[in-house]
């Protein structure tokens, strides 16, 4: 890989001109007054079109993401996107749209969201979806709102607090409390699951709702699921959905029929659209028939949310079709599973069974510590696989585990490239009983070794200015 | 193996008070420090906010984790650490000097229900 960090501002030289314009044929427009002009001009880039496009290649080749390579990613399904997703939604139909477009004129965007909700209502066993959350926060947020609503409107003001399992992704606890909601954390069982009997003394007339995501942070299916939803659902509470785990359940069980009242789904993750690096993404909420009401009238995102990936993700639902949607589920529990099974010799499983799309490792079985050396960490697996061509897996969540690592491989995975990442594994654990230093000073091939990330936390720069 | 000092009361949530006559000294355990990792932010409340027992204070975060800072008394808070602001590190370079908030107790007998050394040690399983 060749090294490159530069900034577009440190190619400019001013004066640079990479573009011309045409002649302006119109009257000048009159000059703005000077309360509304800029004291000082602001500091744009002036680059030529070869360097500007040159800065920008050398940027890209830095990166790593699906379409370079394995991205065992947990929690986050980094799975292929398929190319005929962006073949749809640049259909210029599409990309010539404008969201104040008279409705006239966008019937077709129209009949996507349409077709989208009856397919997406399909899917999950909810009866209404929303389209205007563009991540997966936002939709939990929106979701939590919702339940807020249905409890105002039915005049019950105690309901105040939201029960979340200590396994949750961390999001749902932060949702909850954006939404001026109150925190209950229930503890987990031996075996992963949501202890039940934990759970019954918190059910009162003070619980909104309980936030959910199964199979859980750990890639195991919740099989208490419909006693949890009756006992909350008893109480008065309604059950929420954290649809960043629908992958392996799709075409196979519907979060509806668990007892869910409402949910969101992360399309672009289950549903195949781009991500990483921050977006962009759109987490749909669906309600049950009883909630559809409750659903915002007051928008929580401009124009509907992000159209171009609610598109690309009807595409994929197309493509597939439902025989296919099943096997995305089933393929993607049967490949988290054999890299379990393969892996579970040379890697610390905490529980056994058979997991979802994801499970998590605790470290290394044989970290290679003795008197003079320290054992080599789960930090140091994940950046010594760099050097064999791997994006690291989740490392340090859940925090159930001292040394957790999550792996998630989704269906997209052919048999030779996840054979090649157990073998690497092994590899990397034979290492480090043999010298955990090989892993320690790891990676050994990358542009960026091991960044500080203390200092970074408690330093951060976030200016380019600040940064040379 | 987890500093523990004798003489200091503790809470399940590895709060440990030092009582100065009517005021209760709070800071985290050692035991504490070692399972967040390198605290990178120390968030406390402000001198004459009102803090509850059991009910959280603030939030120690690391580049692992963040957790809620749960109070082990009820009262007013009449310092803080403001030393903690800059370089939330004092935690992890001594826990037990480098308390996070002094409170004026409204019920000292709050603190019966908290542990002794011994029973606190019993509880990290040390």
Redesign the interface.
């Given at each position: 890989m060749k090294y490159y960090d530069k900034l577009v501002f440190e190619l400019s030289q001013k004066g640079r001109v990479g573009y011309s314009l045409p002649v302006n044929r119109f009257p000048a427009a009159p000059e703005l007054p000077n309360e509304l002009k800029r004291e000082v001009s602001p500091d744009l880039p002036e680059i030529s079109e070869p360097d500007v496009v040159r800065h920008y290649t050398n940027l890209s080749q830095m990166n790593f993401g699906v379409d370079t390579g394995f991205y065992p990613l947990g929690s986050c399904t980094m799975k292929y996107n398929p190319k005929v997703n962006e073949e749809v939604a640049a259909l210029p139909g599409f990309t010539g749209l404008h969201p104040l477009m008279h409705a006239g004129l966008t019937k077709g965007a129209l009949k996507v969201y349409q077709e989208m909700d009856k397919a997406l209502a399909a899917i999950t066993g909810m009866a209404a979806f929303t389209f205007d959350p563009c991540a997966g926060a936002h939709g939990e947020l929106t979701g939590l709102m919702v339940m807020r609503q249905y409890h105002m409107n039915r005049g019950d003001l105690a309901r105040t607090k939201v029960i979340v399992p200590d396994s949750a992704h961390?999001t749902n606890p932060a949702s909850a409390a954006v939404c001026g909601l109150e925190i209950v954390e229930v503890k987990s069982l031996e075996n992963g699951r949501v202890d039940v009997e934990a759970l019954k003394p918190l059910l009162d007339g003070t619980i909104a709702g309980m936030m959910m995501t199964n199979p859980n942070t750990l890639g195991l299916f919740e099989t208490q699921i419909k006693e949890i939803t009756e006992l909350v659902h008893a109480a008065g509470g309604l059950m929420y959905y954290d649809g960043a785990n629908m992958n392996p359940l799709m075409g196979v069980v519907r979060p509806g029929d668990m007892g869910f009242d409402i949910m969101h789904l992360n399309l672009h993750k289950t549903f195949s659209t781009p991500h990483g690096g921050g977006g962009p993404g759109s987490g749909p909420v669906g309600v049950a028939a009883h909630l559809v009401d409750c659903l915002p009238d007051l928008r929580v995102s401009g124009f509907h949310g992000n159209f171009g990936v609610i598109l690309r993700a009807y595409a994929y639902i197309l493509m597939l079709g439902k025989q296919n949607l099943k096997k995305v589920g089933q393929y993607s529990v049967l490949s988290a599973n054999y890299i379990k099974e393969c892996l579970k010799d040379a890697y610390k499983l905490p529980i056994e069974g058979v997991c979802k799309h994801e499970f998590v490792f605790d470290g290394l079985i044989n970290d290679g510590a003795h008197d003079e050396v320290h054992g080599a960490t789960t930090l140091d697996v994940a950046k010594r696989l760099l050097d064999f061509g791997f994006h690291a897996p989740t490392i340090?969540f859940p925090?159930l585990f001292h040394q957790a690592l999550m792996i998630e491989p989704t269906e997209t995975e052919s048999k030779e490239t996840i054979d090649a990442f157990i073998d690497v594994m092994h590899k990397i654990a034979a290492e480090a009983a043999e010298d955990p230093r090989i892993l320690q000073d790891a990676p050994h091939g990358a542009p960026i070794k091991r960044p500080d990330?203390?200092a970074a936390?408690?330093n951060p720069i976030l200016k380019f200015k600040d940064a040379r | 193996m987890s500093k523990i000092i004798e003489g200091l009361k503790y809470s399940e949530s590895h709060e440990w008070v030092k009582v100065e006559g009517g005021v209760a000294v709070v800071g985290v355990t050692d035991f504490a420090q070692k399972e967040m990792g390198d605290i990178t932010y120390v968030d406390m409340p402000d001198v004459d906010d009102e803090v509850t027992a059991g009910e959280e204070f603030g939030a120690l975060e690391s580049v692992k984790a963040a957790s809620d800072l749960i109070s082990p008394v009820s009262g007013k808070v009449v310092e803080v650490n403001e030393a903690l602001d800059d370089t939330p590190e004092l935690v992890n370079e001594d826990a037990f000097e480098n308390w996070i908030i002094k409170v004026e107790m409204s019920d000292p007998s709050e603190l019966d229900a908290l542990m002794d050394a011994a029973a606190y040690k019993e509880h990290i399983g040390e």
């Open positions: 961390g340090y925090l990330e203390t936390a408690r | -």
